[in-house]
Structures are given as structure tokens and as C-alpha cells.
């Protein structure tokens, strides 16, 4: 995943801005050119992402999935 070899190569001062600026990219354009719903689930990505980087824990895309972590709070997002 781009993800991951981003974390390989980028500095933790650049993937950490990188994830910024997506969260930030994602929340501006809000219901833009996505519906709001993917819109917010993407900035939520990144920012989750951003908070395990900063506590030092591997990003894992197919670990870390905006499906498994509605089901962690017991949504299933079929019905959102």
C-alpha cells in the first residue's frame, strides 16, 4: 500500500504532515465532490492513522479499516 512505503520513506515530521494535510483536504471539501458520508470517513482514516503514528504504532490499511472500526462500536455500515 502507498500508505506504507510512505511511512518507510517520509520522515516522521512528513508523513505526519501528509496525514494532516489529507485530514484537512478531506473535511474542506466535505460533501464537494463526494457524498459527505465518504468524505468524513476518509478524513477519519487519516486521522486515525495519525494518531497511531504519533503513539508509534505501524499504519496498517488493511488493518485499520473504516468498516472494521464502525463494527469495534458495533455499527454495521450497511444500514448507515
Known amino acids: ?3 506504507e512505503i510512505m511511512e ?4 516522521k515530521d512528513e508523513l505526519h504532515g501528509f ?3 489529507n485530514v484537512v483536504k ?3 471539501r466535505c460533501n464537494k465532490k463526494n457524498s459527505l458520508q465518504k468524505d468524513v470517513d476518509k478524513a477519519l482514516q487519516y486521522l486515525i492513522w495519525l ?3 504519533l503513539r508509534g504504532h ?3 490499511p488493511t ?3 473504516m ?3 464502525l463494527m469495534a462500536y458495533g455499527i454495521d455500515d450497511d444500514v448507515c
Do not use: D, V
Request: hydrophobic share 35%; no cysteine.
Open 67 to 69: 468498516n472494521k472500526l
Open 19 to 21: 496525514l494532516k494535510g
Open 51 to 53: 494518531a497511531l503514528s
Open 8 to 11: 518507510h520513506q517520509f520522515s
Open 63 to 65: 488493518e485499520y479499516t
Open 1 to 3: 500500500q502507498p500508505i
Open 26 to 28: 478531506y473535511i474542506l
Open 58 to 60: 505501524k499504519i496498517r
